[in-house]
């Protein structure tokens, strides 16, 4: 079933030049880019998008990095878009995502992990209204 779900080019991969070459990886996954624009997020919407981890220790570091420089926000469409993404993209720890995965390939640390892709159904809807108004 069509499904929609935010990406995240982050501001480390945005810095390293290889927008084109995610972006690429997305087309190629079958992925129509419905909505796509570069912003350089404030600390607090940084800190907003990422509320439901405002408990945990990293949340600082997390949205001081979130907020460093230019990233890029996409809606993408497919089939089972959120469950494909994240597999396209691999686990959150480059060193324990699997080879030929985009964190695995471009990501440099945890926090470092060159993209974001929503979760669920739910966080997808809440995390593309975020950014994109109906
Ligand atoms: P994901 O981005 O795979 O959905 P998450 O939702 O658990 O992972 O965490 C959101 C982001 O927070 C993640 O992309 C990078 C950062 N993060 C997660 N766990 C971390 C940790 N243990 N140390 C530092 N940053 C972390
Ligand atoms: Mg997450």
New binding site residues.
Partial sequence: MTEKTLAIIKPDAVKKNIIGRIIQRIEDEGFKIAAMKMLHLTKDEAKGF?I??KS???YE??TNFMSSGPAIVMTLERDDAIAHW?QV?G??DPAQAKPGTLRREFGF???R?AT??S?ARETAEWEIAYFFKK
């Fill in positions: 990422y439901v981890h945990r220790p990293f570091d997390l994240r993209m686990a959150t640390s945890v926090e992990n974001h892709g979760d």
